[in-house]
């Protein structure tokens, strides 16, 4: 790959990274897509759409004047929390280290030199990105909302990292708390009350017979519980309540309610409280724009292509609900959300040059 994409890649990256730009930090999600835009305005045939809802800035750009572009590419500029050396992004044995190099600024990096240059050609493709902000904490004021606001297209990709292969399909995702009563009383007199971890350490047992942890990746649904709070305000007192939240994740096969009802029912006299659901990824392997991004990729890379499922959710789920073909597709990496997150570095042009070719092809 030439030496200049590659190093401007890994500036474009790199200067990304130096941005703090996690939920909580809003005048940082402002910066970070401040920063995009001034890469994108600089070069002339480059349509620029800002948008802002609770606090979480997005730009979409596209290389035509419409909100329905032939293709949308995806990407979230929004990072999990880090230490602050991992906001200094370091380069070590052809992987560049930083919090969202891989999860998710090298992706966007890309995106952003490959609309630059798509806009220079002289019969553009009618193509399209969006960068949002808020995909970590759910993407509801980010890519679900500019798609309720008519932000349509053919084919979506959400450039997340997948090593070049391409992901067809997510499981959907439940979050839910279920409410388990107590009668309160003093600790030292437990005949007293009813005291709520009784049943929780019996739903528990019940739960794990009926969903139990696979030890492999199985496509399968499963249930793990992630949260108990309880109503208690002091060691010495049996609480009045107590709530366990559950992380539920289901294969598209599988009915969300009925398996939600499952899972209360392993703690009688439970309450379900606040829950919410997220739809799965579905998109058929054999979309003919799945299929041309396989026989491109093939080409570049000289490897072969797998098609997988994966068991976490993104954003390219809204576009898939809609009726809409989407996938996730992007570089090379891994870490992601851990202490020492990469993205390989010579990924990202090959990324780039895929994506150029594809989408080139199928316009």
Same mark, same amino acid.
């Given at each position: 790959m030439p030496n200049s994409l590659r190093e401007d890649l890994l500036n474009l990256t790199s200067d990304l990274i130096r941005i703090p730009s996690t939920a909580d930090e809003p005048s940082q999600? %402002?910066?970070?897509?401040?920063?995009?835009?001034?890469?994108?305005?600089? $070069? =002339?045939?480059?349509?620029?759409?800002? *948008?802002?809802?609770?606090?979480?800035?997005? &730009?979409?750009? $596209?290389?035509?004047?419409?909100? /329905? =572009?032939?293709?949308?590419? @995806?990407?979230? &500029?929004?990072?999990?929390?880090?230490n602050h050396e991992q906001f200094?992004?370091?380069?070590?044995?052809?992987?560049?280290?930083? !919090?969202?190099s891989q999860d998710?600024?090298?992706?966007? +990096?890309?995106?952003?030199r490959l609309l630059r240059d798509l806009a220079q050609e002289e019969n553009p493709p009618n193509v399209g990105i969006q960068l949002v902000t808020d995909e970590e904490i759910g993407g509801e004021d980010g890519t679900k909302l500019l798609l309720d606001k008519?932000?349509?297209?053919? #084919? #979506?990709?959400? +450039?997340?990292?997948? @090593?070049?292969q391409i992901c067809y399909e997510q499981k959907g995702i439940i979050w839910a708390k279920l409410v388990?009563?107590?009668?309160?009383?003093?600790?030292?007199?437990?005949?007293?009350? /009813? @005291?709520?971890?009784?049943?929780?350490?019996?739903?528990?047992?019940?739960?794990?017979? /009926?969903?139990?942890? =696979?030890?492999?990746?199985?496509?399968?649904?499963?249930? %793990?519980?992630?949260?108990i709070a309880t109503s208690g305000k002091a060691s010495n007192q049996i609480p009045a309540e107590l709530s366990l939240t559950v992380d539920l994740r289901y294969i598209p096969e599988d009915n969300p309610e009925q398996l939600l009802a499952k899972v209360t029912a392993c703690f009688p006299g439970a309450e379900l409280g606040e829950w919410r659901k997220a739809a799965p990824l579905v998109t058929a392997v054999e979309n003919p724009y799945l299929q041309a991004l396989v026989a491109t990729t093939e080409q570049?890379?000289?490897?072969?292509?797998?098609?997988? !499922?994966?068991?976490?959710? *993104?954003?390219?789920? #809204?576009?898939?609900?809609?009726g809409i073909g989407a996938i996730c597709f992007g570089p090379v990496g891994a870490g992601l959300h851990g202490d020492q997150e990469w993205v390989e570095i010579e990924s990202l042009p090959y990324f780039y040059t895929i994506l150029n070719k594809w989408l080139k092809d199928i316009a």
């Open positions: 999600l %402002t910066a970070v897509i401040a920063y995009a835009r001034r890469y994108l305005e600089a $070069t =002339p045939g480059i349509f620029l759409y800002t *948008s802002e809802e609770g606090g979480k800035p997005t &730009l979409t750009a $596209t290389l035509h004047d419409t909100r /329905q =572009p032939k293709v949308l590419l @995806n990407g979230h &500029l929004d990072v999990v929390g880090g200094n992004p370091t380069v070590r044995d052809g992987k560049l280290y930083g !919090r969202g998710m600024k090298g992706s966007c +990096a890309v995106l952003l008519g932000w349509l297209c053919d #084919f #979506f990709l959400a +450039a997340e990292p997948t @090593n070049l388990l009563p107590g009668v309160p009383a003093h600790g030292s007199r437990p005949w007293d009350g /009813q @005291n709520p971890f009784v049943a929780l350490g019996k739903g528990l047992t019940v739960l794990h017979e /009926q969903f139990p942890p =696979p030890a492999l990746p199985t496509w399968v649904s499963t249930v %793990t519980p992630t949260l570049v890379t000289q490897k072969q292509v797998t098609c997988y !499922r994966e068991h976490f959710g *993104s954003d390219a789920r #809204f576009y898939s609900q809609a």
